[in-house]
Structures are given as C-alpha cells and as structure tokens.
C-alpha cells in the first residue's frame, strides 16, 4: 500500500473561506501532482512539481495554488472558496519504473464542499 | 473530442463471470496502457500496465493493447464481488527525465453480484 496520505478526508466550508489541502508523502518521490476527480469525469491534473521549489499548473485551470518546501509536503491552498469548487481532489507522486514509465501512487483524496 | 473515451458503466455481472471493460483512444504516439482500480472513497492503484501492443497477463486479469485500432480492454476472469470498483483506463507518451502526461478515461464503475 502506497504511503501517501490526503488531509481533511471530508471538508464542507462556506463560500469566501481560506482552506489548504495537506498531503505528504513517505516515500521519497521528487515527482508530486494534485488532480481533481468529479463524478462521471476524468482525472484533471491541476498542479504538478518535479521537486522541492519546483511548480507546474497542470492541464485544467484552476484558483488555486501549491508549494513544494519539503520533498514529502505538497499543500494545496485556495484564498477564497466557492461553490465551483467542489469536487475531489486526489494528491500522487511517482517513481520511475524503467523503460519510460513512472508507476503513480494516489493518496485517498479529500472530497471538498463549498456552500 | 476526448483523446481517452471509456464507457462509465455501471456494468454488473454476477459472481464468477467474465468482464470485459474497454477504452479507445485518438493519440497514436501513446506507448503506455495502464489500468487502474479505484475503490469507493479512495484514491487509484496500478493495476496493470502494458507497453505498447500485446497481451500481459496477472491472476485473473488480462490486458489487451491493439495499437492499429487504437483500442485496449481490460480482462477479468472468474470475478468476485471483491472486484467491485471503477475502473480507470490510462495512457502516456512514456519518457524519462520530465513530466510524463498520464490521460485518464472517465472510469468504468462494476459490480460483482454475489
């Protein structure tokens, strides 16, 4: 089992509130990425980071914003909710496998509400 | 149109039967198919993964890649209600070194009726 960790599990907050979405990783990974998963949707990847300073957006827009301190932190933060928000978001990192393949490891994500 | 298109199911099937879960794709240039099972309220795990086209076989699982029809599926023998979950289809370019752009299918959701 991947150790991979998302905190809160569950979080509903109303509209206009700061919240930061924690995830740690203990297995040394350089590579970390935040995707967002709604029903009936695809996996989005929204941040990425390559190493510690080192930040990417990712395919799909998004208010928020990450940083990348520590090897096995990789918080996401939004300065201000709302509603457009809501959704899961899934944290992973990856180790190179060979042969061009990085095998991803998810976290159990956190759902968000915003109301 | 979406590079990865998988059909969301759900798909129930009684115990013991043979699933066959399936996903196309638009991007010749992908080299990687990989396949993910997602349990309610929880994250994906690897499954399985092949490279390029061909047969790999795991257990009770089989995946299949056909590159010139650009469509892979997904294999599961004797199925139990311990398979029941989504799952997801996955593809990327492969490469070492940088970002590796993984695209994901929507998900399959199952499930195993004892």
């Known amino acids: 089992e991947a150790d991979i960790y998302q905190t809160p599990r569950y979080l509903v907050i109303g509209t206009g509130k700061k919240i930061t979405l924690e995830c740690s990783q203990t297995m040394g990974h350089d590579k970390m990425y935040w995707y967002q998963q709604d029903p009936g949707m695809e996996l989005h990847l929204i941040h990425y980071?390559?190493?510690?300073?080192?930040?990417e957006k990712g395919d799909l827009s998004s208010e928020s914003t990450v940083s990348r301190i520590r090897t096995e932190h990789f918080p996401l933060t939004l300065e201000s909710a709302r509603p457009s928000h809501t959704s899961q978001y899934l944290c992973?990192?990856?180790?190179?496998?060979?042969?061009?393949?990085?095998?991803?490891?998810f976290g159990p994500g956190t759902r968000l509400t915003v109301t | 149109q979406k590079e990865v298109e998988q059909d969301p199911g759900p798909l129930s099937v009684p115990e013991g039967a043979i699933v066959s879960l399936n996903c196309t794709y638009s991007n010749s240039a992908f080299q990687y198919f990989m396949w993910y099972r997602q349990y309610s309220r929880k994250g994906p795990e690897l499954l399985m993964y092949t490279y390029s086209s061909g047969n790999k076989e795991d257990g009770r699982f089989t995946a299949q890649v056909d590159k010139s029809s650009k469509y892979i599926s997904l294999f599961i023998r004797d199925s139990q209600p311990s398979d029941s979950a989504t799952y997801l289809c996955a593809m990327s370019l492969g490469g070492s070194g940088g970002y590796q752009k993984v695209t994901f299918g929507t998900g399959t959701k199952l499930q195993v009726i004892p």
């Open positions: 992973a990192s990856s180790e190179y496998k060979g042969g061009g393949l990085y095998e991803q490891y």
């Open positions: 980071s390559y190493g510690v300073n080192s930040t």
